[in-house]
């Protein structure tokens, strides 16, 4: 059974930092890209980030680049985000994703986690 659990997630004030995780199980973690979808209230999902099997190649998208770091741990089959810069615009549902692709772009539903909320405000 594949499992993406996420945490770290909460509140934080604008110009904040945090650091989601992800602990997948059920599955080859190392032979999976994983990466990190969000989505703010009455919004659609929105493609975060993605990392290759290897961790050594990643994509991001423009709204978060030079802000968040996506990062992978194969011996813990376990994928990081740093949050840095947080702005209010920030403030959504953060999703794990794995992903047989290594793309910019948003996998199936059951491809997500159950997500870990991220509120940025003063």
């Known amino acids: 059974q594949v499992q993406l659990l996420e945490s770290g997630g909460g509140l934080v004030q604008p110009g904040g930092s945090l650091r989601l995780s992800c602990a997948a199980s059920?599955?080859?973690?190392?032979?999976?890209?994983m990466g990190w979808v969000r989505q703010a209230p009455g919004r659609g999902p929105e493609w975060v980030s993605s990392i290759n099997t290897g961790g050594n190649a990643v994509y991001y998208a423009t709204s978060v680049k030079g802000r968040f770091t996506i990062s992978r741990d194969n011996a813990k089959n376990t994928v990081y985000l740093q949050m840095n810069s947080l702005k209010p615009e920030d403030t959504a549902l953060y999703y794990c994703?794995?992903?047989?692709?290594?793309?910019?772009?948003?996998?199936?539903?059951?491809?997500w986690g159950q997500g870990t909320q991220v509120i940025v405000s003063s």
């Open positions: 994703v794995r992903d047989q692709l290594f793309r910019t772009g948003i996998p199936d539903r059951d491809d």
């Open positions: 059920g599955f080859t973690f190392s032979t999976f890209a």
